[in-house]
C-alpha cells in the first residue's frame, strides 16, 4: 500500500492543456511613422500566428504535485512574509518546461537550480520531467526552506513505498535527484555546475540583480531562466545573454500573469577540462545527491527533525 493513497481522489489537476507558445518572432511588431496633425504614433505590422502545442502533464508531476498540496498546501510560500509567495501553477510551469526541452538541451543530463527556491516546486517538478541529474533549490528563509525539506522527505518516502510495492510501473517511479539548502546565494561566487539557472526575479531587489549578473556571467551556466525582459537583464543589469523564447505564465493564488523568458549565454565558455567545475557551496548538495536515494532520504529526514526539534530562536529587542 503507497503512502498517501487518497492523492488520485484529491489531485484536481487535469492531464492535458493546449496552450500557445511565444517566440521573440511570433511578438506582434511596430512601426514608428508620423501622421500629419497627430505626430509620431505606433502602427502594428503583420503578426504572426501563435503557435499552438498541447501540454501534457506528466504521471509523476501530478503525483507530486499532489503530495506537496497534502503535505504544506497548495499556495505559495506559506507565511514568514506572506501566505501566498511568488509561484507559478503547475501547468504554467510545465509550459516552461517543455520549451527548455525543445530550444535548451533540457534533459536527463542536465543540473539545474532554482534560485530563492520557496517550498520547491520547481526543483520537485524537474526532478520528474525531464528528471534532471541534479535539482538544487536554494533559499535563505528558514521556515520555506523547512517546508521544502518536509515536502522533499514526503516525496522521498513515497518513492520508497513504490518500489516496495508491487505492480507500480517503473514509469511512474518518482525522481529523487533533489536536495535543498538553506543558504545565501551571496555566498556563491559561480553559479556552476549547473547548465540550467531558474528564479522567480520579480522582486529580487536591483542589488541582487547584479549580483546575480556577475556570477551568472563567470560561470558555465548556458541557460537562464526568469521573469525579466531583455530591457532589464541585458540592457540595466548586464547579463551576457540572448532570448531565446518567451511564455505568459500564471501565478497561484494572486490570480496575476507574468511572461517567463527563456535566454541563452551569448558568450560561449571554454572548458577544457573533463571534470565539472562546482562552487563550494553547492558542493555537499551534489555529493549527497550523487549518493542515492537513501543516503539522500536519511539526510533529509535528519536535518527536517534537527529543525523540527531545535530550540525556538530567541527574539532580539
Given at each position: ?123 520537485l517538478h524537474v526532478a520528474q520531467d525531464p528528471g534532471v541529474k541534479f535539482s538544487f533549490g536554494i533559499e535563505i528563509k528558514r521556515l520555506r526552506w523547512m517546508l521544502s525539506l ?168
Amino acid at each position: 500500500m503507497l503512502l498517501f493513497p487518497f492523492l488520485n481522489n484529491t489531485d484536481g489537476i487535469d492531464y492535458i492543456k493546449t496552450i500557445p507558445i511565444v517566440t521573440p518572432d511570433a511578438k506582434p511588431a511596430q512601426n514608428r511613422i508620423k501622421i500629419k496633425g497627430k505626430g509620431w504614433q505606433n502602427q502594428p505590422v503583420s503578426r504572426t500566428p501563435q503557435q499552438q502545442q498541447t501540454i501534457i502533464l506528466p504521471i509523476r508531476v501530478k503525483t507530486v504535485y499532489s503530495i506537496v498540496r497534502a503535505t504544506t498546501g497548495s499556495i505559495g510560500g506559506n507565511a514568514d512574509g506572506g501566505a501566498i509567495y511568488g509561484e507559478t501553477t503547475a501547468f504554467s510551469l510545465q509550459k516552461i518546461i517543455e520549451l527548455m526541452k525543445a530550444h535548451t538541451n533540457f534533459t536527463a543530463e542536465s543540473r539545474f537550480i532554482d534560485i530563492g527556491s520557496g517550498l520547491g516546486k520547481p526543483n520537485l517538478h524537474v526532478a520528474q520531467d525531464p528528471g534532471v541529474k541534479f535539482s538544487f533549490g536554494i533559499e535563505i528563509k528558514r521556515l520555506r526552506w523547512m517546508l521544502s525539506l518536509h515536502n522533499l522527505r514526503n516525496v522521498l518516502q513515497y518513492r520508497i513505498q513504490q518500489m516496495e510495492s508491487d505492480g507500480v510501473n517503473e514509469a511512474n517511479l518518482l525522481g529523487y535527484h533533489c536536495f535543498f539548502s538553506n543558504a545565501d546565494i551571496y555566498d556563491a561566487t559561480t553559479l556552476d555546475p549547473f547548465t540550467h539557472v531558474y528564479m522567480y526575479d520579480i522582486r529580487f531587489p536591483p542589488k541582487l540583480m547584479e549580483y546575480l549578473s556577475d556570477i551568472f556571467n563567470r560561470s558555465c551556466s548556458a541557460y537562464l531562466i526568469c521573469y525579466h525582459p531583455p530591457s532589464l537583464m541585458i540592457d540595466r543589469y548586464y547579463f551576457d545573454i540572448v532570448l531565446i523564447c518567451q511564455q505568459n505564465t500564471a501565478m497561484h493564488g494572486s490570480g496575476e500573469n507574468h511572461q517567463g523568458y527563456i535566454y541563452e549565454r551569448a558568450t560561449v565558455t571554454n572548458n577544457s577540462s573533463p571534470d565539472i567545475p562546482c562552487d563550494p557551496i553547492f558542493a555537499d548538495a551534489w555529493n549527497i545527491v550523487k549518493s542515492g536515494l537513501t543516503t539522500i532520504r536519511d539526510i533529509v529526514c535528519a536535518k527536517f527533525s534537527s529543525e523540527i526539534n531545535s530550540p525556538r530562536p530567541k527574539r532580539h529587542k
